[in-house]
């Protein structure tokens, strides 16, 4: 598979920012998404990046940077219901690998 | 359907029990997940179907896991001789080229 790698937890302040870093594997990577998953729920998309650049949706902006293998999700103005792990995950064809690979997944908690 | 559906929702069964789960894709999706998610921790890839290509099914845990899926329609997911370290949420998602849409999932526990 394709290493997918993001921070296990982060803890942000209520109305604050918070960047969520992943890195992946470029062989055969064709684009990058980030998900949220609320606890007990079905993980819901949020962004998907395939060239290089921010790009804004909201309080949720998404980077990627095709030659380092990296992405980040920022959030901005923090609510309590941003409470929820964000997942990290990899589009693939080819080499040996295809279709979509998760992350483990980065739990965020919003303190007030 | 509006989005995928998964049955059931919630599974108990006993320890050496078969267990079938069901997944309805999305009309018109070619591809389709399964991914297998324990209590907190992250999403485990099982198996990829995609269109009539041959599935990836380098996800699956051991030989008591298998998957079918007919054409580009619904999918089954079996494990056969449950143990209790298979009880968790699998999920499954499908995708019409990228984003991939997931159903709610079936909670399996093993007693």
């Known amino acids: 598979g394709q290493n997918i790698d993001q921070p296990t937890e982060m803890t942000a302040t209520e109305g604050a920012i918070v960047q969520i870093n992943c890195t992946y594997q470029t062989s055969g990577f064709n684009g990058l998404f980030w998900y949220q998953q609320h606890a007990g729920e079905a993980p819901t998309f949020l962004s998907y990046?395939?060239?290089?650049g921010l790009e804004e949706k909201g309080r949720f902006s998404s980077f990627l940077s095709r030659s380092k293998g990296y992405s980040y999700l920022l959030l901005k103005e923090l609510q309590m219901k941003d409470s929820a792990s964000y997942l990290c995950?990899?589009?693939?064809?080819?080499?040996?690998?295809?279709?979509?690979?998760f992350g483990k997944g980065t739990h965020l908690i919003i303190q007030p | 359907g509006a989005g995928v559906s998964q049955s059931p929702s919630n599974k108990v069964t006993e320890k050496g029990k078969d267990v079938e789960l069901r997944c309805d894709p999305i009309s018109g999706h070619t591809a389709l997940y399964w991914y297998r998610q324990r209590l907190g921790q992250g999403l485990e890839f099982l198996i990829y179907f995609q269109g009539n290509s041959a599935p990836d099914k380098s996800g699956l845990p051991s030989d008591r896991f298998s998957a079918e899926r007919t054409g580009e329609s619904v999918s089954t997911l079996t494990i056969q001789r449950t143990q209790q370290e298979d009880s968790a949420v699998y999920l499954c998602a499908s995708s019409p080229l990228a984003e991939a849409f997931f159903g709610q999932g079936t909670r399996l526990t093993v007693v």
């Open positions: 990046n395939v060239l290089d």
């Open positions: 995950a990899g589009g693939y064809s080819g080499g040996g690998a295809d279709g979509l690979t």
